[in-house]
Protein backbone atom coordinates (compact mmCIF):
# COMPACT_ATOMS: atom_id res chain seq x y z
CA UNK A 1 0.00 0.00 0.00
CA UNK A 2 2.73 2.55 0.63
CA UNK A 3 4.04 2.57 -3.12
CA UNK A 4 0.48 3.94 -4.12
CA UNK A 5 0.35 7.67 -4.48
CA UNK A 6 -1.85 9.33 -1.78
CA UNK A 7 -3.50 11.02 -4.71
CA UNK A 8 -4.52 7.49 -5.98
CA UNK A 9 -5.75 5.73 -3.15
CA UNK A 10 -9.55 4.48 -2.51
CA UNK A 11 -12.50 5.42 -0.07
CA UNK A 12 -13.76 8.29 1.72
CA UNK A 13 -12.12 11.45 3.15
CA UNK A 14 -13.73 14.00 5.38
CA UNK A 15 -13.99 16.86 3.78
CA UNK A 16 -15.98 20.34 4.73
CA UNK A 17 -18.82 18.25 6.16
CA UNK A 18 -19.21 15.10 4.67
CA UNK A 19 -17.64 12.13 3.21
CA UNK A 20 -16.55 12.03 0.10
CA UNK A 21 -14.78 9.92 -2.64
CA UNK A 22 -10.95 9.91 -2.15
CA UNK A 23 -10.57 10.90 -6.00
CA UNK A 24 -13.14 13.84 -5.50
CA UNK A 25 -11.43 15.85 -3.07
CA UNK A 26 -10.12 19.09 -4.97
CA UNK A 27 -8.59 22.61 -3.48
CA UNK A 28 -7.63 25.57 -6.01
CA UNK A 29 -4.28 25.90 -6.97
CA UNK A 30 -4.76 29.73 -5.50
CA UNK A 31 -5.75 28.52 -1.67
CA UNK A 32 -4.48 30.78 0.75
CA UNK A 33 -2.74 27.87 2.62
CA UNK A 34 -1.00 26.57 -0.05
CA UNK A 35 0.70 30.06 -0.94
CA UNK A 36 1.20 31.57 2.84
CA UNK A 37 0.67 28.41 4.72
CA UNK A 38 -2.17 29.41 6.69
CA UNK A 39 -2.35 25.73 7.99
CA UNK A 40 -2.59 23.31 10.59
CA UNK A 41 -3.15 19.81 10.97
CA UNK A 42 -2.73 16.70 13.34
CA UNK A 43 -1.34 13.07 13.23
CA UNK A 44 -3.47 11.02 15.29
CA UNK A 45 -2.45 6.63 15.41
CA UNK A 46 -5.03 3.98 15.33
CA UNK A 47 -4.75 1.17 17.20
CA UNK A 48 -7.21 -1.85 16.86
CA UNK A 49 -9.74 0.56 15.49
CA UNK A 50 -9.19 2.78 18.21
CA UNK A 51 -7.60 6.79 18.08
CA UNK A 52 -5.18 6.67 20.65
CA UNK A 53 -5.90 10.52 22.31
CA UNK A 54 -8.35 11.86 20.15
CA UNK A 55 -9.52 14.20 22.32
CA UNK A 56 -6.28 16.54 23.09
CA UNK A 57 -5.01 15.75 19.77
CA UNK A 58 -8.26 17.76 18.62
CA UNK A 59 -8.51 19.85 21.53
CA UNK A 60 -4.80 20.92 19.72
CA UNK A 61 -5.99 21.56 16.32
CA UNK A 62 -8.32 24.25 17.41
CA UNK A 63 -5.58 25.82 19.71
CA UNK A 64 -3.14 25.54 16.72
CA UNK A 65 -6.00 27.19 14.56
CA UNK A 66 -6.58 30.16 17.30
CA UNK A 67 -3.04 30.85 17.24
CA UNK A 68 -2.82 30.65 13.35
CA UNK A 69 -5.98 33.58 14.00
CA UNK A 70 -8.53 31.72 12.50
CA UNK A 71 -11.82 29.67 13.65
CA UNK A 72 -12.45 25.96 12.62
CA UNK A 73 -16.08 26.09 11.18
CA UNK A 74 -16.90 23.12 13.49
CA UNK A 75 -17.20 22.15 17.11
CA UNK A 76 -14.42 19.49 18.57
CA UNK A 77 -17.58 17.20 19.38
CA UNK A 78 -18.20 17.11 15.59
CA UNK A 79 -14.75 16.83 14.78
CA UNK A 80 -14.12 13.83 16.97
CA UNK A 81 -17.32 12.40 15.70
CA UNK A 82 -16.23 12.80 12.30
CA UNK A 83 -13.06 11.28 12.96
CA UNK A 84 -14.12 8.44 14.19
CA UNK A 85 -16.75 7.91 11.47
CA UNK A 86 -14.04 8.01 8.60
CA UNK A 87 -11.57 5.19 10.79
CA UNK A 88 -15.00 3.21 10.34
CA UNK A 89 -15.62 3.93 7.10
CA UNK A 90 -12.00 3.14 6.15
CA UNK A 91 -11.85 0.04 8.27
CA UNK A 92 -8.67 0.84 9.23
CA UNK A 93 -7.39 -1.51 12.24
CA UNK A 94 -3.34 -0.12 12.71
CA UNK A 95 -3.09 3.32 11.04
CA UNK A 96 -2.50 6.70 10.84
CA UNK A 97 -5.55 9.82 10.74
CA UNK A 98 -4.38 13.05 9.12
CA UNK A 99 -7.11 15.67 10.31
CA UNK A 100 -6.06 19.18 8.50
CA UNK A 101 -7.55 22.84 8.13
CA UNK A 102 -6.62 25.86 6.13
CA UNK A 103 -7.71 29.04 4.31
CA UNK A 104 -9.33 28.77 1.07
CA UNK A 105 -8.62 30.96 -1.77
CA UNK A 106 -11.11 33.80 -1.66
CA UNK A 107 -8.80 36.02 -1.11
CA UNK A 108 -5.02 35.86 -2.43
CA UNK A 109 -3.11 38.30 -0.65
CA UNK A 110 -0.60 38.40 2.71
CA UNK A 111 -3.99 39.20 4.29
CA UNK A 112 -6.86 36.55 3.88
CA UNK A 113 -9.42 37.28 6.38
CA UNK A 114 -12.49 37.04 4.66
CA UNK A 115 -11.42 33.33 4.07
CA UNK A 116 -13.30 30.41 3.94
CA UNK A 117 -12.19 28.14 6.14
CA UNK A 118 -11.55 24.23 4.81
CA UNK A 119 -11.38 20.99 6.82
CA UNK A 120 -10.25 17.46 5.63
CA UNK A 121 -9.78 14.37 7.68
CA UNK A 122 -8.01 11.37 5.81
CA UNK A 123 -7.22 7.97 7.71
CA UNK A 124 -4.96 5.19 5.91
CA UNK A 125 -3.84 1.90 7.19
CA UNK A 126 0.46 2.37 8.41
CA UNK A 127 2.03 0.31 10.20
CA UNK A 128 5.85 0.89 12.11
CA UNK A 129 7.42 4.47 10.93
CA UNK A 130 11.18 2.84 11.62
CA UNK A 131 12.54 -0.35 13.07
CA UNK A 132 12.27 0.04 16.66
CA UNK A 133 14.39 -3.12 16.95
CA UNK A 134 17.80 -1.19 16.17
CA UNK A 135 18.31 2.13 16.82
CA UNK A 136 18.24 5.16 13.83
CA UNK A 137 21.31 7.36 13.29
CA UNK A 138 20.93 10.94 12.86
CA UNK A 139 23.14 13.97 11.76
CA UNK A 140 22.45 17.16 13.44
CA UNK A 141 20.80 19.63 10.85
CA UNK A 142 22.32 23.15 10.31
CA UNK A 143 18.56 24.87 10.37
CA UNK A 144 17.82 25.63 14.20
CA UNK A 145 14.36 26.46 15.76
CA UNK A 146 13.25 29.85 15.47
CA UNK A 147 13.14 31.87 18.82
CA UNK A 148 9.67 31.49 20.26
CA UNK A 149 9.15 35.30 19.53
CA UNK A 150 9.40 34.65 15.95
CA UNK A 151 6.76 31.47 15.44
CA UNK A 152 3.47 30.51 17.05
CA UNK A 153 6.10 27.64 18.38
CA UNK A 154 3.88 25.77 20.06
CA UNK A 155 1.44 24.57 17.09
CA UNK A 156 1.39 22.15 14.41
CA UNK A 157 1.61 24.66 11.87
CA UNK A 158 2.49 23.51 8.48
CA UNK A 159 5.06 26.09 7.89
CA UNK A 160 6.87 25.46 11.01
CA UNK A 161 7.83 21.77 9.05
CA UNK A 162 9.82 23.66 6.39
CA UNK A 163 12.91 23.59 7.76
CA UNK A 164 12.29 19.86 8.75
CA UNK A 165 11.57 18.32 5.53
CA UNK A 166 15.04 20.12 4.48
CA UNK A 167 16.58 18.95 7.22
CA UNK A 168 15.48 15.08 7.18
CA UNK A 169 16.12 15.28 3.30
CA UNK A 170 19.70 16.54 3.76
CA UNK A 171 19.82 13.73 6.67
CA UNK A 172 18.46 11.04 4.08
CA UNK A 173 21.31 12.27 1.49
CA UNK A 174 24.57 11.11 3.74
CA UNK A 175 22.99 8.07 4.81
CA UNK A 176 21.28 9.12 8.38
CA UNK A 177 17.39 7.90 8.80
CA UNK A 178 16.85 11.31 10.38
CA UNK A 179 17.92 14.51 11.76
CA UNK A 180 18.62 16.09 15.45
CA UNK A 181 18.08 19.86 15.45
CA UNK A 182 19.08 22.84 18.15
CA UNK A 183 17.32 25.53 18.86
CA UNK A 184 18.06 29.36 18.29
CA UNK A 185 20.18 28.94 21.24
CA UNK A 186 22.30 26.12 20.28
CA UNK A 187 20.68 23.70 22.69
CA UNK A 188 19.28 20.24 21.59
CA UNK A 189 16.00 20.85 20.68
CA UNK A 190 13.84 17.95 18.91
CA UNK A 191 14.56 15.46 15.74
CA UNK A 192 11.89 16.77 12.37
CA UNK A 193 9.10 15.25 13.52
CA UNK A 194 9.84 13.82 17.10
CA UNK A 195 11.01 14.82 20.50
CA UNK A 196 14.39 13.33 22.17
CA UNK A 197 14.97 11.70 25.22
CA UNK A 198 18.75 10.79 26.84
CA UNK A 199 19.70 8.19 29.57
CA UNK A 200 22.57 8.79 31.88
CA UNK A 201 24.69 6.03 33.59
CA UNK A 202 22.73 6.84 36.75
CA UNK A 203 19.49 5.70 34.63
CA UNK A 204 18.05 9.18 34.84
CA UNK A 205 15.96 10.46 31.44
CA UNK A 206 16.94 14.03 30.28
CA UNK A 207 14.90 15.60 27.60
CA UNK A 208 15.20 19.31 26.52
CA UNK A 209 12.66 21.93 27.62
CA UNK A 210 9.57 22.14 25.22
CA UNK A 211 10.09 26.34 25.05
CA UNK A 212 10.64 27.11 21.29
CA UNK A 213 8.90 23.56 20.03
CA UNK A 214 6.44 21.57 20.34
CA UNK A 215 5.44 19.65 24.03
CA UNK A 216 4.33 16.62 22.23
CA UNK A 217 0.91 14.07 23.56
CA UNK A 218 3.53 11.26 23.32
CA UNK A 219 6.56 12.87 25.24
CA UNK A 220 3.85 13.87 27.78
CA UNK A 221 2.91 10.07 27.99
CA UNK A 222 6.62 9.08 28.47
CA UNK A 223 7.34 10.98 31.32
CA UNK A 224 4.12 9.56 33.09
CA UNK A 225 5.10 6.26 32.47
CA UNK A 226 8.56 6.72 33.54
CA UNK A 227 7.43 8.69 36.48
CA UNK A 228 5.15 5.75 37.28
CA UNK A 229 8.27 3.23 37.05
CA UNK A 230 10.35 5.25 39.29
CA UNK A 231 12.78 6.63 36.63
CA UNK A 232 13.86 10.23 37.38
CA UNK A 233 13.30 13.03 34.64
CA UNK A 234 14.69 16.09 34.22
CA UNK A 235 13.44 18.89 31.98
CA UNK A 236 16.37 21.32 30.86
CA UNK A 237 18.63 22.88 28.58
CA UNK A 238 20.79 20.32 26.90
CA UNK A 239 23.77 21.17 25.03
CA UNK A 240 25.38 19.12 22.23
CA UNK A 241 28.24 18.19 23.55
CA UNK A 242 26.72 16.66 26.95
CA UNK A 243 25.70 14.04 24.51
CA UNK A 244 29.01 12.21 25.13
CA UNK A 245 27.88 11.93 28.86
CA UNK A 246 24.82 9.80 27.59
CA UNK A 247 24.54 5.94 27.03
CA UNK A 248 21.13 5.98 25.71
CA UNK A 249 19.01 7.89 23.18
CA UNK A 250 15.32 7.48 22.17
CA UNK A 251 12.59 9.86 20.17
CA UNK A 252 9.07 9.94 21.24
CA UNK A 253 6.13 10.86 18.55
CA UNK A 254 2.37 9.90 17.21
CA UNK A 255 4.98 8.28 14.20
CA UNK A 256 7.82 7.48 15.81
CA UNK A 257 6.03 6.18 18.81
CA UNK A 258 9.63 5.19 21.48
CA UNK A 259 12.38 5.00 18.56
CA UNK A 260 15.75 4.35 19.83
CA UNK A 261 18.02 5.87 18.61
CA UNK A 262 22.09 4.51 18.11
CA UNK A 263 23.77 7.96 17.02
CA UNK A 264 23.54 11.25 16.31
CA UNK A 265 26.12 12.68 14.57
CA UNK A 266 30.21 11.77 16.40
CA UNK A 267 27.58 10.26 19.44
CA UNK A 268 26.85 7.00 19.72
CA UNK A 269 24.25 5.25 21.99
CA UNK A 270 23.30 1.58 23.03
CA UNK A 271 19.68 0.40 22.67
CA UNK A 272 19.27 -0.28 26.52
CA UNK A 273 16.45 -2.42 28.32
CA UNK A 274 15.32 0.88 29.82
CA UNK A 275 14.16 2.26 26.38
CA UNK A 276 12.83 -1.42 25.30
CA UNK A 277 10.88 -1.61 28.50
CA UNK A 278 9.53 2.30 28.07
CA UNK A 279 8.56 1.18 24.12
CA UNK A 280 6.93 -1.82 25.40
CA UNK A 281 4.82 -0.02 28.27
CA UNK A 282 3.76 2.21 25.69
CA UNK A 283 2.39 0.02 23.31
CA UNK A 284 0.56 -1.56 26.49
CA UNK A 285 -0.89 1.95 26.82
CA UNK A 286 -2.16 2.75 23.40
CA UNK A 287 -3.62 -0.70 22.93
CA UNK A 288 -5.30 -0.78 26.09
CA UNK A 289 -8.87 -0.37 24.83
CA UNK A 290 -8.08 -3.05 22.01
CA UNK A 291 -7.20 -5.54 25.05
CA UNK A 292 -10.61 -4.59 26.78
Known amino acids: MESVPYDKRSGKIWFNGAPIDWSDVKI ?7 HYASCVFEGER ?13 ERLFHSASRMGFKIPYSQEVLNKATKDIVAIQKIKN ?12 MMAISAQQTKINLAIAAWEWGPYYDINKGI ?10 SPDSIPWDTKASGLYMICTLSKHEAEREGFTDSMMLDYQGNIAEATGANVFFK ?40 PEEMNDFVGCFLT ?3 AEVTPVSQIDKYKFSVCDVIKDLSK ?3 SLVRKKTAA
Open 28 to 34: HVLSHGL
Open 46 to 58: VYGGEIFKLEEHT
Open 95 to 106: GYVRPIAWRGSE
Open 137 to 146: RLNISKWKRP
Open 200 to 239: NKSGELHTPVPDSFLNGITRRCIIDIATSKGIKVTERKIK
Open 253 to 255: GTA
Open 281 to 283: SYQ
